[in-house]
């Protein structure tokens, strides 16, 4: 391309401006009755689009013979100005694009079921029992509630951690099942698909409720005869008890755990008192602040079954202070965690995968730095404009996070909030 325009160019702008001049001087010139001064001034006039065609030539001709003085300091700026960019953002996350207008969902009053495991009065029935029988553990002193205590605690079990067989505790803080059936993805690291995949773990784990294997558990429910007549009833046959239907009858039950009574659902189905107006202003924040974007849908979650689109986020997606305060990464890497919900959030602490916080306040100033650069004004890229730009990424101020945590008890459950403050 370069030899091009010094082969092909140059000579062209030259002769040109030969033929031009011996134009002008030889028929125009004496047609008009032009001086020799005025034949060069009409050359000079006509020739000046060789001069502009030869200037762009030689710009040419620079970008192409240069690019380590010309385009490659432009190229360098550019990509430095984008790293600049994503080392003070740090927007790590595949957080999908908001909404326009975020549109604000009550819970549904019935939990999804799956099509191989339709629920029923005496499934249901026999999962609840499932759920609080102790022969499921290694040594008989432990079942699902016990690290699921529904009323007093809520779901959980308000320790850090959980607390197994033989005392043993576990690396994980318990989560609520209290609206498990509308999630997508189960435990904290999202390996389980289902209920029905979920209710198998916590019984096998050696550090949780220890049973051997699974025969084990199919063993001693058959010993017993009130069981087996409770499996015909609930699936229709006499077919032997097996730890698959054990596992169903658990998810059937625990899909009935729902709570659509929240003030919050109240105040979407209508009730425009169902709010406090610092409830209101929390409402507010929690979508312009950003919280949307992950904890999203009827179920705060985007590994939500309703609503929920990316299941998993990275956190702490941007480095504070508070990840070695309260030791959030895991052999000091960032985790990949399936988003939590947020309903009864405010009866479930302490939070966060390793229980390490125990201030819903404090939860809400991490998030809202670790997950959303509330620590500056950073530069960031205005998709919309295709620019860059100054963010507002300030931290929360007090009232603010104190608003943001009204609204989050307003996803509290009415009958929860009662049993909680019924609680001797």
């Known amino acids: 391309m370069d030899n091009a325009l010094l082969d092909i160019g140059l000579p062209a702008v030259l002769i ?9 001087r030889k028929e125009l010139g004496p047609f008009a009755g032009l001086s020799v001064a005025g034949r060069w001034l009409l050359t000079g006039l006509f020739g000046m689009g060789f001069v502009a065609f030869g200037i762009k030539m030689a710009v040419a001709f620079a970008f192409q013979r240069l690019p380590e003085q010309t385009i490659a300091p432009l190229l360098d700026r550019a990509v430095a100005s984008r790293q600049d960019v994503e080392a003070e953002a740090s927007f790590r996350n595949p957080a999908p694009a908001r909404q326009a207008h975020y549109v604000w969902q009550a819970l549904p009053e019935q939990a999804p079921e799956p099509a191989d495991n339709p629920g029923n009065a005496a499934k249901v029935a026999l999962g609840k029992r499932l759920f609080n029988e102790k022969k499921l553990s290694g040594d008989g002193t432990l079942s699902c509630a016990s690290c699921h205590d529904l009323y007093a605690h809520a779901g959980a079990d308000l320790r850090p951690t959980a607390l197994g067989i033989e005392r043993q505790t576990g690396p994980r ?3 609520t099942v ?3 059936a509308y999630m997508s993805r189960l435990f904290w690291d999202g390996r389980a698909a289902t209920l029905e995949e979920q209710a198998m773990g916590p019984i096998l784990n050696p550090i949780e409720m220890g049973l051997s294997t699974p025969a084990e558990a199919e063993r001693r429910l058959r010993l017993d005869a009130s069981y087996r007549n409770d499996f015909a009833r609930a699936f229709g046959d006499r077919q032997p008890i097996s730890f698959v239907r054990v596992a169903q009858a658990i998810a059937a039950y625990e899909r009935t755990l729902i709570t659509p009574d929240a003030p919050y659902d109240r105040f979407v189905r209508g009730d425009a008192t169902a709010l406090t107006s610092a409830q209101l202003r929390g409402m507010a924040l929690f979508e312009s602040t950003g ?15 309703v609503g929920g689109e990316s299941a998993f986020r990275i956190f702490p997606a941007n480095a504070t202070p508070y990840e070695k305060q309260y030791d959030l990464l895991l052999d000091g890497k ?13 009866l479930t602490g302490p939070w966060l995968h390793n229980g390490s916080v125990d201030k819903l306040e404090e939860v809400v100033r ?11 004004k950073l530069n960031a ?8 730009g100054k963010a507002d990424r300030s931290p929360l101020g007090d009232k603010d996070v104190a608003d943001i945590v009204a609204f989050l008890e307003a996803l509290s459950s009415e009958q929860l909030t009662h049993a909680r403050k019924a609680k001797p």
């Open 16 to 24: 040109g401006f030969a033929c031009l001049a011996l134009m002008v």
């Open 173 to 175: 803080n318990t989560p």
């Open 178 to 180: 209290w609206n498990a």
């Open 291 to 305: 919280c949307v974007l992950c904890h999203r849908g009827p179920n705060f979650s985007d590994a939500g079954l």
């Open 334 to 346: 960032r985790g990949t965690w399936r988003i939590a919900s947020l309903r009864n959030v405010a």
């Open 366 to 376: 991490i998030m809202a730095s670790a997950q959303l650069g509330r620590s500056g």
């Open 381 to 388: 890229w205005l998709n919309d404009d295709r620019q860059l």
